[in-house]
T-cell receptor, first 114, second 114 residues
Framework: DTGVSQDPRHKITKRGQNVTFRCDPISEHNRLYWYRQTLGQGPEFLTYFQNEAQLEKSRLLSDRFSAERPKGSFSTLEIQRTEQGDSAMYLC????????????FGEGSRLTVL | DQQVKQNSPSLSVQEGRISILNCDYTNSMFDYFLWYKKYPAEGPTFLISISSIKDKNEDGRFTVFLNKSAKHLSLHIVPSQPGDSAVYFCAASPLPGGNEKLTFGTGTRLTIIP
């Protein structure tokens, strides 16, 4: 399977715990994006990388959130001291620099904070 | 502040007829528009896009129309098929051909009735 893969698919945690999600993009894609989707809403942009450089972060990405893409391949999104409001689907996507603007999304990592 | 709006949460259409999904936007800086389709438990998948310099783009059964003066776009699917039943998201980017920082609408659930 050469699509975008995310791990874990589901995570249930208690409030205050830290969680980390991993995303493996399509191998030839140099751009990687994180989005968050809550019930009844569309995906909301969080951050994106071109190779290993984090080029933009949304104001939605509070200090408790950190994303990395250390070698320009896979990426991790860590949420520290989780809150119930962090419960959402975290979507990763990748793309090339040029093209139709198409993002290739993974299946997402669903976070439930109890 | 919802910059991309899909005012119809759901739509039901008979198989074989035309499905028309609508999207309005408020930010005049948006330059590129995309439609994504999402099945349950899957990430969104790209359908079709249009640049602001065009007013129509066609790909098989899917056509997107853009009316810049009205800040309105629509997706036409004809003929509609049962496999088209999904949630459709409209998205917009501030950059030409750009996929950075997409702003998504809240989605329209399309149900095709056999």
């Amino acid at each position: 399977d050469t699509g975008v893969s995310q791990d874990p698919r589901h995570k249930i945690t208690k409030r205050g715990q830290n969680v980390t999600f991993r995303c493996d993009p399509i191998s030839e894609h140099n751009r990687l994006y994180w989005y968050r989707q809550t019930l009844g809403q569309g995906p909301e942009f969080l951050t994106y990388f071109q190779n290993e450089a984090q080029l933009e972060k949304s104001r939605l990405l509070s200090d408790r959130f950190s994303a990395e893409r250390p070698k320009g391949s896979f990426s991790t999104l860590e949420i520290q001291r989780t809150e119930q409001g962090d419960s959402a689907m975290y979507l990763c996507a990748s793309s090339t620099r040029s093209g139709t603007g198409e993002l290739f999304f993974g299946e997402g990592s669903r976070l439930t904070v109890l | 502040d919802q910059q991309v709006k899909q005012n119809s949460p759901s739509l039901s259409v008979q198989e074989g007829r035309i499905s028309i999904l609508n999207c309005d936007y408020t930010n005049s800086m948006f330059d590129y528009f995309l439609w994504y389709k999402k099945y349950p438990a899957e990430g969104p998948t790209f359908l079709i896009s249009i640049s602001s310099i065009k007013d129509k783009n066609e790909d098989g059964r899917f056509t997107v129309f853009l009316n810049k003066s009205a800040k309105h776009l629509s997706l036409h699917i004809v003929p509609s098929q049962p496999g088209d039943s999904a949630v459709y998201f409209c998205a917009a980017s501030p950059l030409p051909g750009g996929n950075e920082k997409l702003t998504f609408g809240t989605g329209t659930r399309l149900t095709i009735i056999p």
